[in-house]
């Protein structure tokens, strides 16, 4: 009986030890966030030389979409852009983002449109020819990651707006031999914040912005 007990055991005590040695499952609710950490962890770093980088208005776009009166989602671009961007590869912190967007740069596929965004109305672009963003803080957050909080100037109105922005890459242009970086980046603004809130909520009072921009080291 004892010996029978005995075999009984073994296999049970191996699949203790088994178990015991396989991996827990992660419960259904906590997977996506396990892969979205372990996909984080395997993004590699991108290395970008400290230096002032001066943007390319060639490959700079600045979105900014909203929807009509629930109809569509109608986007606009804002054009020849001018500006720097800082970069501490030391200290990200000491980074800084100067940018000016001229109101005649905005591109919005009807010339009827465009001259209709730029009236006194809405832009005003005689009255405020350029809308600005000069950046306050900017702060690391994960593998190619940043978050960038500036003063936005439109219309003569100023307001803190938060950038959520990705680093694509950086290194030698291939055409211009010179240091490159290129950014991503979104934000979510208030129209009625900058005195453009004509026919809100009908027409979002939200405005999402989203840029994509190059920037290279000034040849000498």
């Known amino acids: 009986m004892k010996t029978q007990t005995r075999l009984l055991l073994v296999p049970l005590t191996l699949a203790v030890a088994l178990a015991a040695c396989k991996p827990a499952t992660p419960p259904a609710?906590?997977?996506?966030?396990a892969i979205a950490t372990e996909a984080a962890a395997d993004v590699a770093p991108i290395a970008v030389a400290s230096g002032t980088y001066v943007i390319d208005p060639k490959h700079t776009m600045v979105l900014a979409s909203w929807n009509h009166f629930?109809?569509?989602?109608?986007?606009?671009?804002?054009?020849?852009?001018?500006g720097s961007?800082?970069?501490?590869?030391?200290?990200?912190?000491?980074?800084?983002?100067?940018?000016?967007?001229?109101?005649?740069?905005?591109?919005?596929?009807?010339?009827?449109?465009?001259?209709?965004?730029?009236?006194?109305?809405?832009?005003?672009?005689?009255?405020?020819p350029t809308a600005t963003f000069k950046s306050t803080s900017v702060a690391?957050?994960?593998?190619?990651?940043?978050?960038?909080?500036?003063?936005?100037?439109?219309?003569?109105?100023?307001?803190?707006?938060?950038?959520?922005?990705?680093?694509?890459?950086?290194g030698e242009h291939p055409m211009t031999k010179?240091?490159?970086?290129?950014?991503?980046?979104?934000?979510?603004?208030?129209?009625?914040?900058?005195g453009l809130g004509n026919y809100a909520p009908a027409v979002s009072d939200e405005v999402d912005l989203r840029i994509t921009t190059e920037a290279s080291v000034a040849a000498e």
Request: charged share 15%.
């Open 70 to 82: 629930g109809f569509s989602n109608p986007s606009i671009n804002f054009g020849d852009v001018a």
């Open 85 to 128: 961007i800082v970069y501490n590869a030391d200290d990200v912190s000491a980074s800084s983002v100067e940018v000016t967007l001229p109101v005649s740069g905005i591109s919005a596929l009807a010339a009827e449109f465009h001259d209709h965004l730029s009236s006194a109305n809405w832009l005003d672009a005689a009255q405020f």
């Open 29 to 33: 609710d906590a997977a996506p966030a």
């Open 140 to 170: 690391a957050n994960g593998a190619n990651k940043l978050t960038v909080t500036g003063d936005l100037t439109v219309k003569g109105t100023t307001k803190p707006v938060t950038l959520d922005v990705t680093l694509n890459g950086a």
């Open 178 to 194: 010179r240091p490159t970086v290129g950014f991503d980046a979104t934000a979510t603004v208030l129209r009625s914040d900058f």
